[in-house]
């Protein structure tokens, strides 16, 4: 039943974030237009921070666990870390994507 409710939980953030950059439309900004909203660096750093704290609560979980704390569960345990690892990943790719990028662009020739 926890972990129905932790899926069900992750499962609707996913939905949510989804809905969110289907919501978004995309505009091509030009070097004199200042666009209106979030920047992708806020984007970022607000992805780190998530990041971040996904890590810190898996790490605190599993630490509670360890000692023995008798709320904690296994599988709360497991999914936590989980989530913790595959946003770690998917952070991982957009820097490399992003250091693709760079490197694409630097090496233009001019």
């Known amino acids: 039943m926890v972990i129905n409710n932790n899926v069900n939980s992750v499962l609707m953030q996913m939905q949510s974030i989804e809905s969110m ?3 978004t439309p995309v505009e091509v900004a030009t070097a ?3 666009t209106d909203g979030t920047s ?4 970022m750093l607000k992805a780190i921070d998530t990041v971040n704290m996904n890590q810190q609560t898996a790490a605190e979980m599993s630490q509670r666990f360890e ?3 008798k709320s904690i569960d296994l599988a709360q345990v497991m999914v936590n870390s989980q989530k913790a690892k ?10 490399n ?3 693709t990028a760079y490197q694409d662009v ?5």
């Not at 992708?40 to 984007?43: A, E, K, L, V, Y």
């Open 40 to 43: 992708f660096s806020d984007m």
């Open 21 to 23: 950059a289907k919501s």
């Open 106 to 110: 630097m090496n233009m020739p001019v």
């Open 32 to 34: 004199s237009k200042q």
């Open 86 to 95: 595959i946003s770690f990943q998917a952070l991982n790719e957009v820097r």
């Open 67 to 69: 000692m023995g704390d």
């Open 97 to 99: 994507k992003l250091l």
